[in-house]
């Protein structure tokens, strides 16, 4: 598979679960991934990283440091991205009449606003498809 030879991105929540899982399958399709997360590594027991995948830690709550980083991504790529796949999210298990407004406000900030922004900051990197 080279169907994404020579492309570079990132995927936001990379460190486990599906993040980690598309990381790797854009990988062994021939990208450079940027798999961002909390720790800057795979979660013990997820197994091995593909050729490719590159493990970053940041924090997409904390916009100085994502534009920060996004920076340092695409001054090594010709300041170029190809792709972002939002997939970092955060929750709160607990029963509804104890869940505290605070970890609202942060889910949203998270799961919501960190993807807007992600976003916006990553679009005028973004190749233009010419189709």
Do not use: W
Not at 61 to 83: Q, V, Y
Request: glycine share 10%; with cysteine.
């Amino acid at each position: 598979m080279s169907e994404l030879q020579g492309k570079v991105g990132i995927v936001t929540g990379a460190s486990s679960g599906i993040g980690f899982q598309i990381a790797n399958v854009m990988a062994e399709a021939g990208a450079t991934v940027y798999a961002i997360s909390r720790t800057g590594a795979p979660k013990e027991g997820v197994g091995i990283s593909s050729e490719g995948v590159i493990h970053v830690k940041g924090d997409i709550g904390d916009t100085a440091a994502m534009e920060a980083l996004l920076k340092e991504i695409t001054e090594k790529n010709n300041g170029c991205l190809d792709f972002l796949v939002n997939n970092a999210g955060i929750t709160v298990k607990c029963r509804a009449e104890e869940f505290q407004m605070e970890d609202f406000k942060k889910i949203h900030q998270v799961n919501v606003e960190s993807v807007f922004f992600l976003s916006k900051l990553c679009y005028p990197y973004l190749k233009q498809s010419k189709h």
